[in-house]
């Protein structure tokens, strides 16, 4: 069965800082791996995704992920954050097979402090 | 270019009514997925429509019910309703060619309380 881990419910950082929003992975194939962000009473928001290919992949509003497959990650970052990405954030994967739904994890609360 | 719409914006039942929910996908679009998202929680996904059936379901009871129409929107039906089903229910729209590794579009969702 696929999971998402994300290991922390809040991630504190000051506006200018770089940050990361951690995530891990189990699936039973090639993983296909989203970020997406969602803001106070909205839906979710895509950001980036992993197919296949470069490890770094570079997504909306400055946001960028890596995606290790030994280490089962694919930790969102930014490198220098701003107020307004205060939101909560999804990591979501399924497998490669096109038999299996997204899963998502249970969500990061990033605050960006001024 | 409309993105996903989704009716009503909130909703309050008591317990054992039943409720429906509306989603129009984004235009060009053809499958639509329905996810509940729990306080605090990520979404669950709750089932997808192509071709006006039903074609994943997740872990959810057969109270969860839904349909798709020739224009593509779709309902999603709950039957005897429970306290734990209080949740936002969102829908998300994509095209079913690709599906596997194109992103979803989501709508605002329907925000449904039980009393």
């Known amino acids: 069965a696929q999971s998402v881990a994300q290991p922390e419910d809040q991630v504190n950082v000051a506006e200018g800082n770089p940050l990361t929003v951690k995530c891990t992975y189990s699936?039973?194939?090639?993983?296909?791996l989203f970020w997406y962000v969602q803001y106070p009473n909205r839906g979710l928001q895509f950001l980036l995704k992993?197919?296949?290919?470069?490890?770094l992949v570079k997504g909306s509003y400055g946001f960028e992920a890596e995606f290790n497959k030994s280490q089962t990650s694919f930790h969102l970052k930014k490198p220098s954050a701003l107020v307004s990405d205060s939101a909560l954030y999804f990591c979501a994967v399924r497998d490669d097979s096109g038999n299996t739904p997204l899963v998502f994890g249970k969500g990061t609360r990033l605050s960006v402090i001024a | 270019d409309a993105g996903v719409t989704q009716s009503p914006t909130h909703l309050i039942k008591t317990r054992g009514q039943q409720v429906t929910l509306r989603c129009s996908p984004k235009s060009g679009h053809d499958t639509v997925s329905w996810y509940q998202q729990a306080l605090g929680q990520g979404p669950q996904f709750i089932f997808q429509?192509?071709?006006?059936?039903?074609?994943q379901r997740g872990n959810f009871p057969d109270r969860f019910s839904g349909h798709q129409f020739p224009n593509y929107s779709s309902e999603l039906n709950v039957n005897a309703l429970l306290l734990g089903d209080s949740a936002l229910y969102l829908c998300a729209s994509s095209l079913f060619i690709g599906l596997q590794n194109q992103p979803q579009h989501f709508g605002d969702g329907t925000r449904l309380s039980i009393l």
């Open positions: 992993y197919i296949t290919g470069d490890n």
């Open positions: 429509y192509y071709e006006e059936e039903e074609r």
């Open positions: 699936v039973s194939g090639n993983p296909y």
